[in-house]
Nanobody, 121 residues
Framework: QLELAESGGGLVQAGDSLSLTCKTS????????VAWFRQAPGKERELVAL???????RYADSVKGRFTISRDNAKKTVGLQMTKLKPEDTGVYFC???????????????WGAGTNVTVSS
């Protein structure tokens, strides 16, 4: 069993930076994929970034060059460093994980409760 807990959300202005942290508790075995999703009001949940066991990463086109996902194995955390934030980055940010190859929201087996990020213009 794996538990995920997000932290670091808040209210910032456009152009600011913000870091999110996903703390994992439990077994994170070989092959796990940890991802950040976000959901804006009235919109579907979308993939923001993910990091594979091999440390390869993938980003949504809308955040490439601005967001960086990283893992700290010693602390058992996955971070999301967000820079040059835009109002359209506003939403609830969720940490999720899976051992599968379906990286859509329906493919994730484990979810955190989410953390709010609001970017004002």
């Amino acid at each position: 069993q794996l538990e995920l807990a997000e932290s670091g959300g808040g209210l910032v202005q456009a152009g600011d930076s913000l870091s999110l942290t996903c703390k994992t508790s439990g077994n994170t075995g070989i092959g796990i994929v940890v991802a950040w999703f976000r959901q804006a009001p009235g919109k579907e949940r979308e993939l923001v970034a993910l990091i594979r066991w091999s440390d390869s990463t993938r980003y949504a086109d809308s955040v490439k060059g601005r967001f960086t996902i990283s893992r700290d194995n010693a602390k058992k955390t996955v971070g999301l460093q967000m820079t040059k934030l835009k109002p359209e980055d506003t939403g609830v940010y969720f940490c999720a994980a899976t051992y599968g190859h379906n990286w859509s929201p329906s493919g994730m087996a484990y979810w955190g409760a989410g953390t709010n990020v609001t970017v004002s213009s």
